[in-house]
């Protein structure tokens, strides 16, 4: 199992990504593949589950304008701003028989990670900073950097949270109505790296979307999709990504002609807006 930080300073920076739909069957077949040649990847961050045999899963909240002014542009253009927050955690299944409720079965990190990712023609650049959950509403609110917070992403990056900090406020100030949370995608996550940081594969399933409710973070320690609220759709494809600073070696472009097939234009974000904006639509009279 690679012990690679949670995200590699290399393969956030400025860095090509490709995204493929792929019907399961293909998906395991790749994902064999992948197995053969990379060292799995998983969270060793703060908090990180080290218990072996878990399943893990990603939950992001995604932030608009109360006129979807992300969205619009994510739909119209070639380039694409995003501003998320990510919480993973773990399901130990194997404990099932060794625990009485369903809660000590999940493991989750104590640090909520949000997001600045902008996209142009296929290349991608992603900055982050890691936020302590009991922190997370008053960030929100005031835009505080506390110690804590400082010593994650000095531990996580070696760098500074305020030149994250003032790139977020530098694009909430591009909108005439604030961000808020929009739109909440839930999967399960399978992920690939190499050993010099440059070359990382995901394969993503049973992607669920929904609506950000009003007490997105709430008292409760974890965004599991139990507590999302009511499922708005989903996605019955797997979707592929790969982040690399280089080409891709010949073995992975042959398994991904073979079991991937044509790159998509496929976006979480899209699709979870469009699955909340239809169930919105079909509410109206």
């Known amino acids: 199992m690679?012990?690679?930080?949670?995200?590699?300073?290399?393969?956030?920076?400025?860095?090509?990504?490709?995204?493929?739909?792929?019907?399961?069957?293909?998906a395991r077949l790749l994902a064999r593949v992948l197995s053969e040649r990379l060292p799995q990847h998983r969270f060793t961050g703060p908090g990180a589950n080290a218990l072996p045999g878990a399943r893990h899963f990603v939950t992001t909240v995604y932030f608009d304008t109360a006129d979807f002014e992300l969205y619009q542009a994510a739909r119209t253009c070639e380039g694409s701003l995003k501003v998320r927050a990510k919480e993973y955690y773990d399901e130990n299944l194997a404990l099932t028989e060794?625990?009485?409720?369903?809660?000590?079965?999940?493991?989750?990190?104590?640090?909520?990670?949000?997001?600045l990712k902008e996209s142009v023609t296929g290349r991608s650049r992603k900055r982050r900073i890691g936020i302590p959950k009991h922190e997370v509403a008053r960030f929100f609110a005031t835009g505080q950097i506390t110690e804590q917070m400082l010593e994650i992403q000095r531990r996580t990056y070696a760098t500074a949270s305020q030149e994250v900090l003032d790139a977020l406020v530098e694009v909430c100030r591009r909108f005439t109505t604030p961000l808020c949370p929009s739109v909440v995608v839930n999967y399960r996550r399978t992920a690939w790296q190499d050993e010099d940081e440059s070359l990382r594969v995901t394969i993503d399933r049973d992607l669920a979307f929904f609506a950000a409710a009003a007490n997105?973070?709430?008292?409760?320690?974890?965004?599991?999709?139990q507590h999302l609220g009511p499922k708005l759709g989903w996605d019955p494809l797997y979707i592929v990504e790969v982040k690399c600073l280089g080409g891709l070696p010949p073995w992975l472009q042959e398994a991904l002609d073979t079991h991937a097939g044509e790159l998509a234009r496929t976006s979480k974000f899209l699709a979870a807006s469009e699955a909340m904006l239809r169930a919105q639509n079909h509410k109206d009279p």
């Open 2 to 26: 690679s012990q690679a930080p949670h995200v590699d300073n290399q393969l956030t920076a400025d860095r090509r990504e490709l995204k493929f739909r792929v019907p399961p069957t293909g």
């Open 98 to 115: 060794l625990v009485r409720t369903r809660a000590a079965l999940v493991h989750s990190s104590p640090i909520l990670w949000v997001e």
């Open 216 to 225: 997105t973070w709430p008292h409760s320690p974890r965004l599991e999709r």
